[in-house]
């Protein structure tokens, strides 16, 4: 398989998918079995010290994974996360962009799995690593 | 190890460390080592169709376990989430509330272990099951 | 979906897909979605000590999660084992049999999910907590 | 942090601590937090059809883990496993060696962090994709 969606088809079909607008994350690159996204910081996604939340990096890794998924498949809009692993390494740079790179592991016939490192805009190091199982209706 | 906090402090205390309010999710109940929290549903946390989101379901279950946690071990703020991993499981049921058991498994001197199931209100079939670490601080 | 194979059932078809005997495991109970299991003591289990491995509780896990799997489903043999997360919560007793108990969560037409109580005989706190995923393959 | 055990150091701080021999697994490459190890073919590691066994799989995710951690902070017999996550990807190459990269994404003073990719011997494509945490002991 190779890449099916270009970066344009991905960011208007993630636009359409996620009404709500940019707090899911924005795509800033896309090939053949990976995304890069941002999410930009906000005050919905900051604990006491302006640190961003767990859950808004497990949203962002999942919309990411979704990213790198459908650049395989196409734009598969059912496909569902069955599980979500995420290892929490290193707190997050205060007021600080987080970004996530995702790619995949495998995609089968019903399952795809990849993993996604996220790490504060400008950092090596990464605050956080996830590994995602995504079911794949039939299509 | 027996219950050190009441379902009062707790309340009072989760109420301090989330100052966005009930979005968080609100207590139901609380035991020696348990505690139950519900998540009103809100525009944000639902996905086209009317159910509840995934990192809606990670961020009840990252809270309800923090509360069973400190039922063991008293208000210790800074104890931190360093592993989650979540099986979802079925569809919620739209535009319903999720309800939240969160149980230890093990509190030691440096980890704290447990399991979370996720319903939608007034359904005996989990949505999701949840497994945590938290890494409790010296104290 | 009740029960399909019983005990005798189960045990024999155990049997004939572990020729190697019973370091794989020994079938004590088995209900509707549901199997109790135990781990015979045996030096290849054992780490300096006393203490049984890692390894030896995740084969035990991922066992007794297929017979509680194939107690809803019946005798398919293919269904394989997709996603394993364990957490170590206690040493286990020394040269002592362990025991698991796994209960389905979930199961659907693709995927079963289920969790696995893992203690040394007689003891009440678990050594180990598990969740698996399972395929299923058309059946 | 950098490395601060050789490749010989540790072959031989393996070998006293497994001294059931190279069923635990064959050191190949050591680097700083890093390591690559290989397990032999061997009948106990297989399952019909020549496979080889998902807790094989494990057991030597958790070795090669063990190896890339105390390349940084040296002969820490007693770190444990607290959580191994693993994702079954493909069937590995029947009758074929399996080989394991670990690389450590974080080591904090109490916990390490870590993944591992796993192979069929001159496969590209991963059988399975592990990530592990550590609890490393006051040292």
Do not use: C
């Not at 344009?8 to 707090?23: T, V, W």
């Not at 790179?101 to 490192?117: D, N, P, Q, S, T």
């Amino acid at each position: 398989m190779s890449q099916v969606m270009s970066f344009i088809e991905m960011r208007d079909f993630l636009a359409e998918q996620f009404p709500q607008g940019d707090q899911y994350g924005v795509l800033e690159a896309l090939g053949d079995g990976w995304s890069e996204m941002h999410l930009p910081i906000d005050e919905q996604h900051l604990r006491p010290g302006g640190t961003v939340s767990g859950p808004a990096m497990m949203a962002l890794a999942d919309v990411a994974m979704y990213a790198a998924l459908l650049s395989k498949i196409g734009p598969v809009a059912l496909a569902v996360t069955t599980n979500l692993n995420i290892n929490f390494l290193r707190k997050p740079k205060a007021n600080m962009d987080i970004v996530a790179r995702a790619e995949i592991l495998k995609v089968g016939k019903r399952l795809g799995v990849g993993e996604v490192y996220i790490s504060s805009r400008g950092e090596d190091d990464p605050v956080a690593h996830v590994t995602l199982t995504y079911s794949i209706p039939e299509h």
